[in-house]
Every structure is written in C-alpha cells, then in structure tokens.
C-alpha cells in the first residue's frame, strides 16, 4: 500500500475543510426579517422594522460553538465597515453566557434569543448560519458554516 506524504493529507484536509466554511446555503423564502420577533438579550421585544431600508447581517449561533465564535468578529467588523445592522440570533445556551460571548466579540448590534420558533420556521439545521437581507427583509444570500470578514463584507 502506497504511503501518503502527510504534507499533501494535510493539504487535501484544509482544502475540503475551507471550502465546506463556504458552503451557500438555500436562501429562505419570504420577508425573513419580519420573522425575527423573538425577545431581544435584554427581554425587551425586537422591532424588525428597524431593519427596513438597507441591508442588514443576521447571524444564527451558539456559544461554544468554536466556527460561530470565530464569525462573530469577523461579522461584526463586515456590518459596522458597510454601515449596515449586524443582528445575531443565539438559538441555544444562557443569555448571560451569550452576551459574554457576544461582548468578547466586539458585537454591537441587536442580540436576540430564539425560543426556537426561528430555528424550527427557518429550519435551522446547524449553525452558524448566516443570511445577507436586502432592504425589504428578503434574503439575498445565506451560508452555513463559518465566514469570514471578505466573504460578508463583500456580500453587504
């Protein structure tokens, strides 16, 4: 049996995992931003509305999640440089470990808090998963998996 030089396993191994970072994701049909009425961090009821008239960047993730750790910042640091929302949905885990997570991670934006209605109606099946919105709350793009800075900035 042949022996693989481990250099090349390595390469073959970075270069399928990168491109499954990228993976598009099916856009969701429909307003997508006016389904976003879960409580805000804080309690308080989210308004979509804020969202109308530009794009925005809507990031689905779980603390502890070692790829949605890693997008935050980068998402974070996409929308504030294209003057655009950053909106992220925690969909498992304490609001307490979320906004630490969230403040170690520069996050400004709105932060809500999924009872699971959006992981179930947008049916969610692994996060991160990130979604580009248009200025009337339709999805123009959507990713599974982590992205970075280049690939959400150029997107807004």
Request: glycine share 10%; charged share 15%; proline share 8%.
């Amino acid at each position: 049996m042949p022996r693989i030089a481990p250099a090349l396993v390595l390469a073959v191994t970075v270069a399928f995992g990168s491109a499954a970072c990228k993976r598009e994701a099916p856009v969701p049909p429909g307003d997508v931003a006016a389904r976003l009425t879960v409580p805000t961090a804080a309690g308080a009821a989210f308004d979509p509305a804020t969202l109308r008239g530009k794009p925005a960047l809507v990031v689905f993730w779980r603390p502890g999640c070692p790829h949605c750790l890693a997008e935050l910042p980068e998402a974070a640091r996409a929308a504030q440089d294209r003057g655009v929302t950053a909106v992220a949905v925690q969909v498992a885990g304490s609001a307490e470990a979320g906004q630490a997570v969230l403040a170690k991670a520069g996050w400004t934006g709105p932060a809500l808090i999924d009872d699971g209605q959006l992981v179930r109606g947008l049916q969610i099946k692994a996060v991160p998963w990130t979604l580009v919105l248009r200025g009337d709350g339709t999805a123009k793009k959507a990713w599974l998996g982590r992205q970075s800075y280049d690939t959400l900035h150029g997107a807004l």
